[in-house]
């Protein structure tokens, strides 16, 4: 039986939480209670960019399918289609084009 950490669980681990909700604040992106957090919606998107998924159909398909897996993944909200988008709708999308630029090494310059 399994007991370590799920490997995308592992891998969001390695993006700075905190970048990441100072990024929410500042936009504004968890000011409606209702629906998808910023964080659930990021969670989703990057699963989806990571197992090369097409389409919010094929997101909720593949999600449900280890949906008692979710919590440890780091998923909070439910996972509909309608959820999803709705939260893509609605949530800025320069709260993650802030933190990614935030998130990329500064170091390695062109």
């Known amino acids: ?15 700075p939480r905190h970048e990441f909700n ?8 968890d000011r409606r ?3 998808f957090s910023c964080r659930d919606q990021f969670l989703c998107l990057a699963f989806a960019q990571l ?6 159909r094929d997101i909720e398909t593949c999600l449900r399918a280890v949906r008692t897996k ?11 289609r309608s ?18 630029g935030r998130s990329m090494p500064t170091s390695h310059r062109c």
Do not use: K
Not at 70 to 80: D, E, N, P, T, V
Not at 84 to 92: M, S, T
């Open 22 to 29: 100072s990024c929410v604040r500042r936009y504004g992106g």
């Open 83 to 100: 959820t999803l988008a709705d939260a893509n709708r609605e949530h800025d999308w320069q709260i993650y084009a802030d933190f990614a």
């Open 1 to 15: 039986m399994h007991a370590g950490t799920l490997v995308f669980a592992q891998l969001m681990e390695f993006l």
């Open 70 to 80: 979710l919590y440890h993944a780091g998923f909070r909200g439910r996972i509909s």
């Open 51 to 56: 197992t090369f998924r097409e389409s919010l």
């Open 33 to 35: 209670p209702r629906g």
